[in-house]
């Protein structure tokens, strides 16, 4: 994957950060939304967009927002969203591993049966002898 060709793709709005913090909140716009199409991405394959489409949440415009406000600088704000960015997508591009069924080995199937006779005879001694 072509990192600096999607980070090229990538759109970034600043505005003001909500919250208390005086005068500096109320004048600078330090807060970055990232604003990512998948649709109008060249970087991807097909399945690629299929995939990534299916594990990311997307507006119904299949638009990814990603904001960021925790740095007083719109500058780190930027780079601290574009590394979020790129580890949610790929995080998302990664295939999870099948997993292979196995079976029980004897002596565990062997050592289930022995545990269930166990506790099937100490619940029998528990009820009343039948009398004829």
């Not at 990311?56 to 299949?62: A, I, P, V």
């Amino acid at each position: 994957m072509d990192f600096e060709r999607l980070i090229k793709e990538l759109k970034f709005k600043a505005i003001r950060s909500s919250g208390a913090g005086g005068q500096h909140v109320n004048k600078v716009s330090s807060k970055v939304v990232l604003l990512f199409d998948l649709n109008k991405s060249s970087v991807f394959t097909p399945e690629e967009k299929e995939l990534l489409s299916k594990n990311l949440k997307l507006s119904q415009e299949n638009l990814f927002t990603l904001s960021c406000s925790e740095s007083r600088s719109q500058h780190k704000n930027k780079q601290l969203v574009i590394e979020r960015f790129l580890k949610i997508i790929a995080d998302s591009l990664r295939v999870p591993k099948k997993r292979k069924r196995t079976k029980p080995s004897k002596s565990s199937n062997v050592k289930r049966l022995e545990k269930k006779k166990k506790q099937a005879l100490k619940k029998a001694y528990r009820k009343k002898p039948l009398l004829d």
